[in-house]
């Protein structure tokens, strides 16, 4: 087994299976669960805890270490490339460099604004009605300024091999 | 003014245009015709 195989084919596959899973619960939290939560907050009695209870933690805990998985199987691909992409010194790099860095930024949400606020929100921390109320906006904010980026991120790491073939020129 | 993240289609619309800002911004960082 060569070290271009392990390097760009298992490396790309593997970085791949993360990202599906993340922008995957992105998505399910995204287009399912904040409408459904809403409609089951509003239901007499509320029926909406399941979900808190059992579903939101576990899709959390694979959200967010799928992330890192993500970031970190990129950046083993960039490989000697990491800085030429993130700091766009060679023009056939700026696509990945633009898609690397909505990446960060979006790694960055999860673990700095998405999961200490819902940690707040679930109740694995105390905190106060104001606080939580607090937490579900900052949270939501950071998870549908997520969903906004995986847009384009997804363009540029999906197109970003066909700079060569026209596309960017 | 609204938020637009408030609602979905909001937000993939935005996602959207934020595509396309990025797409015209990376072909002029390459030197290509903006």
């Known amino acids: 087994m060569s070290w271009e195989f392990i390097h760009y084919g298992l490396g790309r596959w593997i970085h791949i299976l993360f990202g599906v899973m993340w922008i995957g619960l992105l998505y399910y939290f995204n287009f399912v669960q904040v409408d459904a939560m809403k409609k089951a907050a509003a239901d007499t009695p509320p029926s909406g805890a399941g979900i808190s209870k059992h579903v939101a933690p576990l899709a959390l805990f694979y959200f967010r270490w799928a992330a890192v998985g993500t970031w970190v199987m990129g950046a083993f691909l960039l490989g000697d490339k990491f800085a030429q992409a993130f700091l766009f010194r060679e023009q056939a790099y700026v696509p990945i460099g633009i898609g690397a860095w909505l990446g960060t930024i979006m790694l960055f949400n999860v673990w700095v604004l998405i999961w200490p606020n819902q940690k707040k929100i679930l109740g694995f921390v105390p905190a106060s009605d104001a606080e939580k109320a607090k937490a579900r906006r900052v949270a939501f904010l950071a998870s549908r300024t997520n969903t906004m980026l995986s847009i384009p991120m997804i363009f540029f790491m999906s197109s970003s091999a066909l700079f060569h073939r026209g596309l960017f020129a | ?34």
Request: hydrophobic fraction near 50%; charge should be positive.
């Open chain 2, 1 to 34: 003014m609204k938020n637009p993240l408030d609602s979905l289609w909001g937000t993939v619309i935005s996602g959207l245009v934020l595509t396309v800002v990025l797409y015209y911004l990376a072909r002029a960082m390459m030197g290509g015709s903006p």
